[in-house]
């Protein structure tokens, strides 16, 4: 029983070593302005950047245009990528383009790398403000997979989850995001963030955990004659 409990544990341990380790299909991502250039590759080669647009002319780039600064942020929810306004310039503003609103979109094309998917994709707008008759309002879609989905949210709603009924590799979620005046108040946002939970490899290793517990617990029983 202790080989066996130890294979189990080798075993497990490797697998889980060699999802860890993937060879990266593309070059790192740089965060930074205006460096984001897909292809490229993030979270260790987990997740690729294959492709966005419109890659500038709007206030939503995902290159790191209009000021901002392009990274690739890890939280507790998951990897991500994230684009906020650099030091030194203005936030997202609803003044920007000189009226009172301003409005863009992006659509970001995204591969889960080695032999895992995306079952969860997360928004979240970064600091909304909004003053007197502001407003900010937002989206965040996809067309795909099963099913395709929609949230939306504003001001006070500044995040919203994605959930697919099956893991899928590739996947191509779009952003529209509107600041408004009002006529007579303000509204800005620092940047917008999309985040990626870790694949089920976490999972994946409870399970390996649990089935040693239960192998060791069923060694430790006594044996009934």
């Known amino acids: 029983m202790p080989r066996l409990v130890f294979a189990a544990g080798f075993a497990l ?89 301003t409005s863009g979109t992006l659509t970001v094309n995204l591969t889960a790398n080695g032999g895992t998917g995306f079952k969860k994709l997360r928004f979240a707008l970064i600091h909304p403000q909004v003053t007197g008759a502001g407003s900010i309002s937002w989206s965040f879609t996809t067309s795909a997979p099963d099913p395709p989905g929609s949230v939306s949210g504003n001001q006070t709603t500044s995040s919203g989850d994605l959930v697919y009924g099956s893991a899928v590799g590739t996947i191509s979620p779009t952003i529209a995001l509107t600041a408004s005046t009002g006529g007579s108040g303000s509204a800005t946002f620092d940047g917008y963030a999309i985040y990626v939970p870790e694949p089920d490899r976490i999972a994946m290793l409870g399970s390996g955990v649990g089935l040693l517990w239960l192998l060791a617990r069923r060694r430790s029983l006594p044996r009934v004659e």
């Open 13 to 101: 341990c490797s697998l889980f070593a060699l999802l860890s380790s993937r060879a990266a299909a593309y070059p790192a991502c740089l965060p930074g302005h205006n460096t984001v250039v897909p292809p490229c590759d993030w979270d260790s080669g987990k997740i690729s950047l294959t492709g966005y647009s419109p890659a500038s002319g709007t206030e939503i780039t995902g290159g790191g245009g209009h000021h901002t600064i392009v990274s690739f942020p890890y939280s507790s929810f998951g990897a991500g990528i994230q684009a906020a306004y650099d030091v030194g310039y203005a936030p997202y503003s609803a003044t920007d383009s000189g009226g009172t609103t």
